[in-house]
């Protein structure tokens, strides 16, 4: 190893050496008579053989990919020039030199490496409150990046001010670089002497303080004199001292940190710039004017105090009361500044609340109202909530703009419409909206004609193109026709292609002619592929991202697949692909992707708490949460990652060990492996599972996404003495089940968000096969699927979904039910919410309505008394009880609508049954086997996560359901009936995180 110090004062490291470019062509002297000065002439001659050598270790694929020249072939300059450029931009070269040899039969390659050195490590000798990732962000290089000189310095600097804004005024900074000639390592070493932190001199204001003195401004500040100085704390006083300002009327003051000033005894003195500004006094009508100054405060935040912003304010205003029905509302304002003072007038008249009556249309002779109307925001009065019928006049100009748009491009090209008139209703409160449609002539599509596109058939144009002679004439469909054109030819390899599209209309308006002129260019390709920047993931795994090969047409399309692809790994911070411009020889374009990768080991830990809707004890549970993972083994791209959960009140938890592998079997499949323990509840069992999961999958096209599912598991009820006596049909329901099933699943998604869909539709299915493998015992066919259609409509949403299942056990005469925790379930947030979670089924069946009791055995009185005065002796457990099914019918119908900002409201209606069989499933609505219906209403938040949701539904038949209370020995057996008893079906409150589907 080399040693290599630097001191800052003294030293400068030497430069990298310059890219040389060596060819020797040698020869015997005067073999062709040549003078000694001129080359000899072996371009043109065969290769016989390509070597390479280098100084330290290189990929040998990656070399061997990059060399342009290639054994018999003839020896060019533009194949000698490509594999120097090729090789020196991995940045893995300092210096490329290639020499040939005349040899029998044509020329002898040799390419010479000489390795670059790469930052690994780059660590901080420290002692400062700083962290290590602030510092590494601080500096002009990372981990892995060429090492070079000039950066280290820059470096040193970058730290420095980073350290000065501490408070470590008086830190200095020595890199020190070790260089490593077996692996091409520079090991980075910062030494920081910090010293001690510098305290805080008394703040200096540049400017004029008045009528604030400066020990008030002083007074709200939180870095007071004597404190550690840091430069964040600083500017946070500036912040604070603006708002102080603003608080006390002075609007257009602000506070600014200019300067961190040395003091001759080693503290630091804050500058401040102070602009204080004019009073400024609000005088309002109609409105308070503590109301104002709020709400023109929040409005402040990052602007300027002006007029415009108080023109901004009154806007906003009106608008917000127009939202309130108030459609004649006024807002006005008046600014007049004398002296310190800056007086803002404000004047509000909300009027009358009024509504919008009817819509009246006219001169439409060709589009119907309903159509037109379809295409507004603004509407009629209606149902409360849902149609209010409030009337904006923004969002009116909108709605006009929109019908304008519907004719425009569907064929009326001179279609006007004048500014809507608002006239009186047939009641004081109500509004009628006049609109004055004029159409014109409508223009259909006379001719088509593409001139210019001699790479493209008729069938390919048909296909791309959807203006068609004889379709009405639409501007915005020829334009999007024209970057289609244009689209396909750059996405296969035409990248310099244009097209311009012309149309003409005839003289009375009812024809159109549609000119697409392409100016194909020239055709490029996609030359080599050159990755840098990796250090630890093998360059082999990066190209597998790669969506070309070398020799196909160019493809913006595949350079951006490619760049999401290799950010979907995860391993880099940064990935940037950079196309190369066309080799003029012959138009093959280098692609560089540049990566900076990310560190690969994170930690998870931390305190939670969760709520648990399917138990009924401990729902409200606290956990603590710990976890490790490592998403680059190896430079693979594999990630392997442990997760402990535990919460200690329940005593449930999870440990999940998980194993990526990106390329299964050397192909793009990646496969998942999960090895993990769980222990949660349903209802009032808990479940314990422990086991495997092999899981691949892969997407086809963009919507479309095919997975295949392997599973051991180990399933074993916790408590099994609290199992419903239904159970009791199968001799080992309180036995564990081991099972290994094996299923595909489909998901194809078409909505257009899949957090907050309003549009588009989803479709999953799903099959499970459980046979006997290693000892298992379960036997079953699982089938279920769901679908979901999302619209838009009435300014919310209206939103279906259908689900269903069904489930096929074999050997059931062995004694082995299906596992518990694979059964279907109804009842609750997101199958139907007028029924307790996963408690809605056919009593008796696939749910136990009876409540059992036990001898009491302490002192006193049992449980059972205070329901049953003639049970005193015993303790109650009430029913229901989960039981489950293998059939599954639910049907759900909502329409989500906003109220105000991310608060919106729901209405809702839920369908859904749990059968015994599959065979018993049944259409039929209500009745004793038939689907139980629910509606209800909500109110939902809208976070980054998803929606946090707060419903109410109740039953549409809500019964009476009969029961009995029976005396159970301690492992549940039932030994005797002790009373009869009903209870009363009631709604049910639920609060939960997403949507229901």
């Known amino acids: 190893m080399r040693h290599h110090r630097i001191r800052k004062e003294r030293r400068r490291l030497v430069a990298a050496r310059a890219l040389s470019v060596l060819v020797l062509l040698a020869a015997a002297a005067g073999a062709a008579g040549q003078q000694p000065s001129e080359p000899p002439p072996l371009y043109g001659q065969t290769v016989v053989s390509v070597s390479y050598t280098s100084d330290g270790p290189v990929d040998a694929e990656e070399v061997g990919r990059l060399v342009s020249i290639k054994s018999g072939q003839p020896l060019t300059e533009e194949e000698t020039g490509s594999t120097i450029r090729h090789l020196f931009a991995t940045r893995r070269y300092f210096d490329v030199r290639i020499e040939a040899e005349s040899m029998p039969g044509g020329v002898a390659v040799t390419v010479h490496l000489f390795r670059s050195f790469r930052v690994n490590p780059l660590k901080f000798d420290d002692g400062v409150s700083v962290s290590r990732e602030e510092m590494r962000r601080a500096i002009p290089f990372s981990e892995g990046a060429v090492f070079q000189s000039e950066e280290l310095e820059e470096g040193a600097r970058a730290l420095k001010r980073r350290l000065d804004a501490e408070g470590y005024i008086a830190s200095t900074i020595q890199p020190e670089v070790f260089f490593d000639r077996k692996t091409f390592d520079a090991r980075v070493v910062y030494h920081i002497d910090a010293g001690k932190p510098a305290r805080t001199a008394p703040s200096l204001f540049d400017g004029e303080t008045k009528p604030f003195t400066r020990q008030e401004l002083l007074k709200k500040a939180h870095l007071d004199a004597g404190d550690r100085y840091r430069e964040s704390k600083a500017r946070a006083d500036a912040d604070r001292l603006t708002k102080f300002l603003h608080k006390n009327a002075r609007l257009r003051g602000t506070v600014e940190l200019i300067a961190a000033q040395p003091t001759g005894d080693g503290r630091v003195m804050p500058v401040y710039r102070v602009t204080v500004g004019p009073r400024v006094v609000f005088v309002t009508r109609g409105i308070r004017e503590k109301q104002v100054l709020h709400e023109v405060n929040d409005l402040l935040e990052g602007q300027i105090f002006d007029e415009d912003l108080i023109l901004q304010y009154t806007e906003n205003k009106r608008r917000v009361l127009q939202r309130k029905g108030r459609y004649r509302a006024k807002v006005d304002y008046a600014m007049a500044e004398q002296g310190d003072v800056l007086t803002v007038s404000v004047t509000v008249e909300e009027g009358t609340k009024f509504a919008v009556e009817k819509i009246a249309i006219a001169g439409n002779d060709s589009v119907s109202d309903k159509q037109l109307k379809k295409l507004m925001v603004t509407q009629q009065k209606g149902l409360l909530f849902v149609r209010p019928g409030r009337l904006v006049d923004t969002v009116l100009k909108d709605d006009v703009d929109a019908m304008l748009g519907y004719y425009q491009t569907r064929g009326w090209v001179n279609a006007r419409i004048a500014d809507p008139q608002v006239t009186e209703g047939s009641k004081p409160d109500r509004l009628i909206v006049n609109i004055r449609v004029t159409e014109g002539p409508r223009a259909i599509i006379e001719s088509r004609k593409v001139i210019g596109a001699e790479h ?38 035409w990248r310099e292609a244009s097209v311009k599209d012309n149309w003409t209309l005839s003289a009375d308006g009812t024809s159109a002619d549609v000119v697409y002129d392409v100016e194909e260019g020239m055709r490029s390709f996609f030359g080599k592929t050159i990755v840098r920047g990796n250090t630890r993931t093998g360059t082999d795994r990066i190209t597998r991202h790669v969506t070309w090969k070398e020799g196909d047409p160019y493809s913006e399309q595949e350079v951006l697949t490619t760049q999401r692809n290799l950010t979907r790994t995860g391993v880099f911070r940064r990935v940037e692909l950079r196309p ?12 560089e992707i540049a990566v900076q990768e990310g560190r690969p080991l994170a930690l998870l830990y931390g305190l939670g708490y969760q709520y648990a809707p399917d138990a009924l004890e401990n729902r409200n549970d606290p956990f603590g949460i710990v976890g490790v993972s490592y998403n680059n083994l190896f430079g693979t791209m594999r990630s392997a990652s442990v997760e402990l959960q535990y919460a200690p009140i329940s005593r449930r938890g999870r440990a999940i060990l998980t194993f990526r592998e990106p390329f299964l079997f050397n192909t793009n499949l990646p496969l998942n492996v999960l090895a993990f323990y769980t222990r949660e509840p349903i209802q009032k069992i808990d479940i314990e599972r422990v086991g495997s999961v092999l899981e691949t999958s892969r997407l086809f096209g963009r919507y479309l996404r095919v997975g295949l599912r392997y599973e051991y598991q180990r399933i074993e009820p916790v408590n099994p003495q609290d199992l419903s006596n239904i159970e009791r049909e199968f001799s080992k329901f309180d036995q564990p089940i081991r099972q290994s099933a094996i299923g595909p699943n489909l998901f194809y998604d ?66 082995v039910p299906v596992p518990l925790a694979e059964r279907f ?8 919410r007028a029924f307790e979670t996963d408690l809605l089924g056919i009593p008796g069946e696939t749910v136990d309505p009876d409540t059992r009791a036990t001898v009491h055995t302490g002192e006193g009185v049992g449980s059972c008394a205070a329901t049953y005065p003639d049970l005193t002796g015993y303790d109650c457990d009430a029913g229901p009880r989960i039981v489950g099914g293998n059939g599954f019918l639910g049907f ?81 057996n039932v030994v005797g009936v002790l009373a009869s008893a009903t209870r009363q079906e009631k709604g049910r409150f639920f609060f939960s995180i997403g949507y229901p589907f």
């Open 825 to 832: 379930f109804a009842g609750g947030r997101t199958t139907n």
């Open 580 to 591: 190369q411009p066309a080799d003029p020889a012959n138009q093959t374009r280098p692609v």
């Open 750 to 815: 078409r909505r257009d968000d899949i957090i907050d869909p309003r549009t588009g539709y989803y479709v999953t299915v799903s099959t499970k096969y459980a046979f006997p493998l290693l000892l298992a015992n379960a036997r079953y066919t699982k089938l279920s699927g769901q679908g979901a259609y999302f619209r838009s409509f009435a300014g919310g949403v209206f939103a279906v979904a259908a689900r269903g299942g069904a489930i096929f056990p074999y050997n059931v005469e062995k004694g």
């Open 892 to 972: 759900n119908a909502e329409y989500r609508f906003p109220i105000f900002g991310n608060l919106g409201g729901t209405i809702f209606y839920d369908a859904a049954q749990v059968w015994k069989r599959p065979a018993d499933i049944r259409l039929a609505i209500e009745g004793d086997r038939g689907l139980r219906q629910g509606v209800g209403v909500g109110l939902r938040y809208m976070t980054p996560i998803g929606p946090v949701r707060v419903e109410y539904g109740w039953p549409i038949d809500p019964r009476v359901v009969p029961f009995n209370v029976t005396l159970v020995d301690d492992k549940g």
């Open 456 to 493: 493209l058939s008729p069938d390919d144009l048909e296909k791309i193109l959807t203006v068609d002679p004889g379709k009405p004439f639409n501007p915005n469909l020829v334009r999007q026709d024209s970057f289609a054109l244009q689209n396909r030819y750059r996405d296969r390899g």
